[in-house]
């Protein structure tokens, strides 16, 4: 038995997945100490795990690079957003390693500072992406534009121009700022770009993979795609879920506020006519102040899964978890991408033909019910994805590449 320590950012869409390893593990006979978000703590507990809060302040920082007008502009403050937390992440997880003395440790890929102090402790370490991680890839165009890899010339010289302009750009403008906290939280050389950053664990999970994500013949061996590795909380579905009668399609918005509110406007006024029962939660908890249509109902929470089963398209922000949610169970999607890594989940469900992408500044009732009538009829797609994910092997495959890492550091 080893013990395994575990450090989330502040988001229950990292969370959820990690859980789903760290409960294999558990399963092994692993012992898991875990810092993660202060609501989850409890439920954390319930699952097994020796569960703590991670640093207060870091949940005080807002994740507000949904705000930005340009894509540069929010690649720096993504980036801003991260140092500032690492700069508190970072002492956070060594207080966690002094206490835990693991045999690993597994460090969530925004966690910066974290990430830092994992390197410098020379443990076998492991990153853990719930999203397609912004890593340079032979063939695939540059990250947080949500573009389809190029296929020709123009593709080749669209990517370079934005390389040029604007991604490469926004690396020269943060790396000051990110080698400033590596060297504060664990007096760390300079790295030359996020990406240099981002490949230095020996291994990085991504719980994403093929048909939905692009190739990647340079990834491996340190970076493993396991496919979707998510827990969700066992609760019961709500009793008027079964008196629902009919199709339903799910809608979605993030669990960190990102004002993607509109979505949900956008989708009940789409389908008040649709022969389906529109199924909204809303976990930021944002109120909308509208009349609902009669054939939609909005929850802060209910089981996704329980929702899914029985629906035919689900709409959402381009979160990977609940996206990947849908796809796994053989439902297509309607994605309408608001920031973050959305943009890349729109594209790659494109590139799946599992779903329609509908851009932020496009966003009406009319193209929200067009694109869900698309959508249902983009099933086989779905159930392609749904096929790719279990062969990639989810959270088992994910403990078992865990396994392996500290077999080698016992050798």
């Known amino acids: 038995m080893a013990t395994i320590a575990a450090y989330t950012s502040p988001a229950i869409g990292h969370l959820f997945p990690i859980a789903g390893m760290l409960l294999e593990l558990q399963r092994r006979g692993h012992r898991i100490r875990l810092r993660t978000l202060s609501s989850q703590v409890r439920a954390m507990r319930q699952l097994g795990f020796d569960a703590d809060a991670i640093?207060?302040?870091?949940?005080?920082?807002?994740?507000?690079?949904?705000?930005?007008?340009?894509?540069?502009?929010?690649?720096?403050?993504?980036?801003?957003?991260?140092?500032?937390?690492?700069?508190?992440?970072?002492?956070?997880?060594?207080?966690?390693?002094?206490?835990?003395?693991?045999?690993l440790v597994i460090t969530d890929i925004n966690t910066w500072g974290a990430a830092a102090v994992a390197e410098r402790a020379r443990l076998p370490w492991v990153a853990f992406s719930p999203y397609t991680p912004a890593i340079v890839s032979r063939g695939c165009p540059p990250y947080g534009a949500g573009l389809r890899p190029a296929v020709d010339t123009a593709g080749r010289l669209r990517d370079a121009l934005l390389e040029r302009t604007v991604t490469g750009v926004a690396v020269r403008l943060v790396m000051p700022r990110i080698n400033g906290m590596r060297a504060k939280v664990a007096g760390l050389p300079h790295v030359r770009s996020v990406d240099e950053m981002q490949r230095l664990p020996p291994l990085t999970l991504v719980t994403t993979a093929e048909p939905l994500e692009y190739p990647h013949d340079d990834w491996e061996p340190r970076l493993r795609m396991v496919g979707p590795t998510s827990w969700e909380p066992p609760t019961a579905p709500p009793g008027w879920l079964a008196g629902v009668e009919g199709p339903l399609v799910l809608v979605t918005t993030s669990s960190e506020y990102q004002g993607?509110?509109?979505?949900?406007?956008?989708?009940?006024?789409?389908?008040?006519?649709?022969?389906?029962?529109?199924?909204?939660?809303?976990?930021?908890?944002?109120?909308?102040?509208?009349?609902?249509?009669?054939?939609?109902?909005?929850?802060?929470?209910v089981p996704h899964s329980a929702v899914l089963e029985r629906a035919v398209c689900a709409v959402t922000h381009g979160g990977m978890g609940v996206t990947q949610k849908a796809l796994g169970l053989g439902v297509p999607v309607v994605v309408v991408p608001w920031g973050r890594d959305q943009h890349e989940v729109a594209a790659r469900v494109e590139h799946a033909g599992c779903g329609v992408r509908v851009n932020r500044?496009?966003?009406?009732?009319?193209?929200?019910?067009?694109?869900?009538?698309?959508?249902?009829?983009?099933?086989?797609?779905?159930?392609?994805?749904?096929?790719?994910?279990?062969?990639?092997?989810?959270?088992?495959?994910?403990?078992?590449?865990?396994?392996?890492?500290l077999a080698l550091q016992r050798r």
């Open 361 to 405: 500044g496009q966003l009406t009732p009319e193209r929200v019910r067009d694109a869900v009538r698309r959508a249902t009829r983009m099933r086989a797609g779905a159930e392609a994805v749904a096929a790719g994910f279990e062969a990639a092997g989810g959270a088992a495959r994910a403990a078992e590449l865990v396994e392996e890492q």
């Open 260 to 301: 993607d509110t509109e979505i949900v406007r956008a989708a009940v006024h789409g389908l008040r006519d649709e022969p389906v029962t529109v199924v909204v939660t809303m976990p930021a908890r944002v109120r909308l102040g509208i009349d609902l249509p009669s054939n939609a109902r909005i929850v802060d929470f």
């Open 55 to 103: 640093d207060p302040a870091i949940e005080q920082i807002e994740f507000d690079d949904w705000h930005a007008r340009t894509l540069l502009e929010g690649l720096k403050r993504t980036a801003e957003i991260f140092c500032s937390r690492g700069e508190l992440d970072g002492p956070d997880v060594q207080q966690l390693l002094d206490e835990a003395q693991p045999d």
